[in-house]
């Protein structure tokens, strides 16, 4: 199967072409960058679709980080798979960033359970914490600093995400320090193309994955003066 991978949910502009059945990436690419993902993704596409020596008609699937992330930056990777996606007739599946940033210490089959934590700002997170197998201990959420403490109950973990650090640096004296702290901008786009590969697309569609509203909302109508 040839998967495309596409992230731009986060701190970068990502692509990657895996080939499964040869259990290789064929081509990836990666910039690091906080904001100008639309005018930086269809370039990188080029680049790697022409690495990879693979046209677009000859992928079996897309695959796009969802979220959550920056409100802008994950519509124009969403945009992108779902014209390429469309244009090309193929199908499109969505990988959530707490996914993807929780699938490299998960592979590794580990004991501790990974803590994969965005920064949400305003004192807050997007978290999600898996068992070392992978297995559901806390479904994604929104919560506080203080409430994302509260996971030190499953024991020492793995932290990843780009506001591992900042939990890192916040977690309670009296329990079990994390076995690792991997502060990373973004998922590697590696395993957003392993995760695609994997889920089918009728569970795992190539939509919005926000967890909360956005900050900025459209001012109501002034009312007429009489």
Known sequence: MLILAIDTALDACAAAVLDTDANALRAQESQAMKRGHAEALLPLLDRVM???????????????????GSFTGLRVGLSAA???ALAASKPVVGVTTLSAFAAAPVSENGEAPVISVIDARHDQVYLQ????????????RLATIADALETAQFGAPRLVGNAA?????????DAPPPVEVMARPAPDIAWVAWLGAAVSPDAAPARPYYLRAPDAKPQAAALPTL
């Open 50 to 68: 022409h690495a990879a020596g693979v046209p677009f008609a000859d992928l079996d699937r897309i695959a796009v980080t969802t979220g959550p």
């Open 82 to 84: 779902r014209g390429i």
């Open 129 to 140: 914490v898996v068992s070392g197998s992978g297995g559901t201990l806390v479904r994604p």
């Open 165 to 173: 650090q900042l939990v890192a640096d916040r977690w309670p004296g």
